[in-house]
């Protein structure tokens, strides 16, 4: 019997541990998305999300309104992206956390074009 209860009991913390965000907490990541998007991605990628044009025979910056670009890239490929940089894209490092991170994506996959 008293395993039972250590075994309810371990499950109830886990159950705690592995709560959902709430609606406040998930509004605050977008918000911190939309801020480092505008602040730091919009430069190249511009504030609709179309690119730009490439300077110096670079290639241009990616266009996140692409639907090819959409299907074709997980939220992980995007995150590693961010991280490791691409062509003439800077790598951030550790510069936004994992929740940065996703809110990123979450920024990038709004661009994607209603099929």
Sequence with gaps: MPYRALSVCALLFAASACRRATATENADVNQDAERI????????????GKGGIAAGGANAPRNFCDSAFQANRSD???????RK??????????AFSESDLTGLVHKLRSFEPKK
């Design 37 to 48: 998007f505008a602040n730091v991605c919009s430069r190249c990628h511009g504030i609709d």
């Design 76 to 82: 992980d490929d995007l995150k590693a992206v961010i």
């Design 85 to 94: 940089g691409k062509s003439a894209m800077p790598a951030f490092g550790e």
